[in-house]
């Protein structure tokens, strides 16, 4: 690894899977070379936490907390939206509950009345046809 101004700051031969912690104390571009003299290949999980502070006994001020603060409260907004529309669909989930089985109770009770009404129906067609056949046969037999 090497600093701002190019000088060798750490370095590392024939590591595998190996934790590397490394403080900048000093501003500028550093560079991080990795080589792989694998024949496969190999995934390097690689991660950089940047601060803010010049030095690393440099303690926190009000004006640091400033951005984070208002981070935090554009969070807290958002969440509390997020919340706010959940419990609206749970609501609305609820409703619509409700709805369906009003609904599905009505169907069965017009289901059951039509096939009442069909039952009826055949009950009173099967009487008129035999009062009408009865009628026949006896001005027929005459």
Known sequence: MKGPSGEQIQDFHDKISEKFEFVAHHKGVHRFCFTNKSHYHETIDFDVHVGHFTFYDQH????????????????????????FEQHWLEAETERQAIVNDAMSRRAVHKAFFESAALIGASVLQVYLLRRLFERKLGFSRV
Do not use: R, T
């Not at 926190?60 to 919340?83: M, R, S, T, V, W």
């Open 60 to 83: 926190a001020k009000d004006e640091h907390f400033n951005p984070l603060l208002e981070q935090i409260g554009k969070l807290e907004e958002a969440f509390y939206n997020i919340q």
